[in-house]
Nanobody, 117 residues
């Protein structure tokens, strides 16, 4: 069992910044990739950013140039630095990791990000 604990969400005005963190613990073999997803009300969950063990990164077009994903392998932690936030970034943000040779999926509980206009 892998546990993911997210933190850093909150309420911020448009143009502001937040930094999300997600710490993994438990039965961790090797984390192949770490991702941040988000889900806004009445919308499907969407991939926001990802980072592999080789530090290759991916960003959704909607967040490119504003969000930065990074990881601390020693702490099994992934971060999402979110700058220039917009009201449309409002959502519950979820951490996801791919663990071990089978790329097993684990999800965090989600953290609410609300951007006011």
């Amino acid at each position: 069992q892998v546990q993911l604990v997210e933190s850093g969400g909150g309420l911020v005005q448009a143009g502001g910044s937040l930094r999300l963190s997600c710490a993994a613990s438990g039965s961790i073999f090797s984390i192949n990739a770490m991702y941040w997803y988000r889900q806004a009300p009445v919308k499907q969950r969407e991939l926001v950013a990802g980072i592999t063990s080789a530090d290759s990164t991916y960003y959704a077009d909607s967040v490119k140039g504003r969000f930065t994903i990074s990881r601390d392998n020693a702490k099994n932690t992934v971060y999402l630095q979110m700058n220039s936030l917009k009201p449309e970034d409002t959502a519950v943000y979820y951490c996801n990791i791919k663990n071990g040779p089978s790329w097993d999926d684990s999800w965090g509980q989600g953290t609410q990000v609300t951007v006011s206009s």
